[in-house]
């Protein structure tokens, strides 16, 4: 009898830690799955924010009689094109293509970063501004992209 109860005592010990170690895996997961979401939200929100940023700079441009509407400088595409893949990496990040959308979202989010230094480049060639020149839609877009970085970081974790 004393020996059955040993023997139960240990299965329950094992058991218990067995538990321990499963609740403290998923409690991880868990945490690891906040962060992407909040790093996806984050990098979504500051797409939107570069665009909207880019789009008051377009405008404040028009205004000054610098472009005409309907002008799109590469760096406007690039950007755009960044917002789509974005976009549809977002809508595949659930199931067995979260990797594949995730990637798709960095890429993405890479491309829109890449777009808007090749804008501010283009429109410092075409003397649109100049070295030290912060517009509203500059600052919005930097901030943007500040965001979009610790986006990408939160969803890397």
């Known amino acids: 009898m004393k020996r059955q109860i040993r023997g139960f ?10 538990s321990v170690f499963l609740f403290s895996g998923f409690a991880q997961a868990a945490e690891m799955g906040k962060n992407m979401m ?6 979504m929100d500051s797409s939107k924010m570069m665009m909207d940023g880019q ?3 377009m405008d404040d441009m ?11 400088m590469p760096g406007d595409k690039m950007m755009m094109d960044g917002k789509k893949m ?8 659930s ?5 594949d ?14 777009g808007q230094k090749m804008m501010m480049d283009d429109m410092m060639k075409k003397g649109m ?15 943007g992209k500040k965001m979009m970085m610790d986006g990408q970081n939160m969803m890397k974790q």
């Open 129 to 143: 501004m100049k070295p030290g020149d912060v517009m509203p839609g500059d600052k919005m877009m930097m901030d």
């Open 62 to 72: 028009m205004k000054k009689g610098m472009m005409k509407p309907g002008d799109m």
């Open 101 to 114: 959308g995730q990637k798709m979202m960095m890429d993405g989010s890479k491309m829109m970063m890449d």
């Open 95 to 99: 199931g067995d293509k979260m990797m």
């Open 38 to 43: 909040d790093g996806q939200k984050m990098m």
């Open 55 to 57: 789009k008051m700079m």
């Open 86 to 93: 974005m976009m549809d990496g977002q809508n595949m990040m």
């Open 9 to 18: 005592g240990g299965i329950l010990l094992v058991l218990s830690a067995i």
